[in-house]
């Protein structure tokens, strides 16, 4: 099985940064790619970035590119997202996803078998 925490929410100015966090533990084998993934209040769960087991490859959603950067430290179980120049549409609560299956995970929240509790991000303008 597979944990997930996530930490380094909290409350911005638009133009602001932030870094997230998301801790993993139990029982893993550090052979899984990591996504995030963000929910607004009434919207669906969209894509945000994600990021191979061998962290070599990453991919954004193209609101978030030149803003956003995912990265992971395998030898904490631990993958980041830094959040640059944060706007008003990016207030959401970010979940951290773990895709246990395949190595580079994906777009869809159906391509990941774990998920954390969420951090909550809110910009102000």
């Known amino acids: 099985q597979v944990q997930l925490v996530e930490s380094g929410g909290g409350l911005v100015q638009a133009g602001g940064s932030l870094r997230l966090s998301c801790a993993a533990s139990g029982r893993t084998f550090s052979n899984y790619a990591m996504g995030w993934f963000r929910q607004a209040p009434g919207k669906e769960r969209e894509f945000v970035a994600d990021i191979t087991w061998s962290g070599g490859s990453t991919s954004y959603v193209d609101s978030v590119k030149g803003r956003f950067t995912i990265s992971r430290e395998k030898a904490e179980n631990t993958v980041y997202l830094q959040m640059n120049n944060l706007k008003p549409e990016d207030t959401a609560i970010y979940y951290c996803?773990?895709?246990?299956?395949?190595?580079?995970?994906?777009?869809?929240?159906?391509?990941?078998?774990?998920w954390g509790q969420g951090t909550q991000v809110t910009v102000s303008s």
């Open positions: 996803a773990a895709d246990t299956r395949f190595p580079y995970g994906g777009e869809q929240m159906g391509d990941y078998d774990y």
